[in-house]
């Protein structure tokens, strides 16, 4: 598996050097240390990447609120949208996504 560069936002994600503490400067973003993409979901324009830290990171089409921002506005870069996140799962218009404390949470459209 891929080890990219990243801490709490990944736009742009570096890949590169797995030296632990270098540090990497792009646009106002300042990377430092390890961070490994454990599964990403995709789905009709959307993509949610979950590191392995627990972090979850969504990008893209939101038509739906599928993106959990509270919005329905396209999120054009990678956003972190929760912690502590053991699994996920993007359709074309809902989210799921599961924490390491058992609790479920869905975000978008209610229609099946």
Do not use: W
Not at 40 to 54: A, E, H, K, V, W
Not at 73 to 95: G, I, M, P
């Amino acid at each position: 598996m891929p080890i990219y560069k990243g801490s709490a936002k990944i736009t742009p994600i570096y890949v590169g050097d797995t030296k632990i503490g270098k540090v990497y400067k792009g646009n106002t973003l300042v990377y430092q240390g390890i961070v490994k993409i454990i599964k990403n979901s995709i789905s009709f324009r959307t993509t949610f990447y979950l590191m392995g830290n627990g972090e979850l990171f969504g990008c893209g089409h939101n038509t739906a609120g599928q993106q959990g921002s509270g919005g329905t506005d396209n999120v054009l870069t990678f956003t972190k949208r929760a912690d502590n996140v053991k699994d996920v799962f993007v359709s074309e218009s809902t989210t799921f996504y599961l924490t390491t404390a058992g609790e479920l949470y869905g975000t978008g459209s209610n229609n099946y």
